[in-house]
């Protein structure tokens, strides 16, 4: 039986977002596309922006929360869960502070049948948050705009059922590009962006511990990326990963992916 389904709607520095769905709950994970094109891709998948039960977001950089959204919630409420450090910027945005709902950095915390534990991740000035989401017996970690990989998110990204992990740029494609120095030390400075390369070691590693059925690349960089790139170096270094590999895109959703509650409960029985 199906535990968990997800769908990345968008991802990319032109916006992301994504939809996790456990039992009755579905929750919005970042909200980096207007509420349009949200709404939009959600229909695609037989959902409806007012299936949702609530947003989690990363952080608060404008291709995480579209700022329509908003006023959206000023006239539709709906639960935002963010990081206590992103409140200010989640205020900035005139986001109503009665549906900002913060978590608990320590402790598990819960949104309907979904609970959701916080990893604080370097990003630019304000950090970022990754997530492991448990439903139904099932675990989903969550990272993007991350910056480096951190020991202690690999100490917690165990016994994952599936796995969503940014691999932004081809670390060849962006010294070669004619992007600004200053924004290509940004990137790939340790508080910017994983390339392929550090995304796919950090994968193996979280693999080798873990009984991935599902493995969905985020963020991929549309100027300085490509799945060709990112298909190859996995073919070379990670055959027995592949076929379990999504590449999503900015311009449209991938598919519902299904997640089973399996293996790890079985190891420690
Ligand atoms: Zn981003």
Redesign the pocket.
């Known amino acids: 039986m199906t535990s968990i389904s997800f769908a990345v709607l968008g991802s990319g520095?032109k916006g992301?977002a994504s939809v996790l769905c456990c039992g009755p709950h579905t929750l919005l994970i970042d909200a980096?596309l207007s509420v349009k094109q949200t709404q939009l891709r959600l229909q695609n998948l037989g959902l409806s922006v007012a299936d949702l039960d609530g947003i989690v977001l990363t952080h608060l950089?404008r291709?995480?929360f579209s700022s329509g959204w908003a006023g959206r919630l000023k006239r539709i409420p709906l639960p935002v869960y963010l990081a206590p450090g992103h409140l200010g910027a989640a205020e900035a945005t005139g986001t109503c502070r009665k549906t900002l709902r913060l978590l608990d950095m320590e402790a598990p915390n819960r949104a309907g049948s979904i609970q959701i534990e916080c990893i604080n991740v370097a990003h630019d000035d304000s950090g970022c948050t990754a997530f492991i989401f448990e439903c139904e017996g099932c675990r989903l970690g969550w990272a993007?705009?991350i910056g480096h990989v951190p020991s202690h998110l690999l100490e917690r990204f165990v016994n994952l059922d599936a796995l969503a992990f940014e691999s932004n740029y081809d670390r060849t494609m962006q010294l070669d590009s004619d992007r600004p120095e200053f924004l290509k030390e940004r990137i790939m400075g340790g508080k910017g962006?994983l390339s392929n390369c550090e995304s796919l070691e950090a994968v193996s590693t979280i693999a080798r511990e873990s009984q991935l059925q599902k493995i969905a690349l985020l963020?991929m960089s549309q100027q300085c990326n490509h799945p060709g790139c990112v298909l190859q170096l996995w073919r070379e270094q990670a055959i027995h990963l592949v076929d379990r590999m999504i590449l999503t895109h900015q311009d449209h959703s991938t598919v519902m992916l299904e997640v089973k509650a399996a293996g790890h409960q079985l190891a420690t029985g």
């Open positions: 520095s992301n980096g950089d291709d995480h993007t705009d962006h963020h």
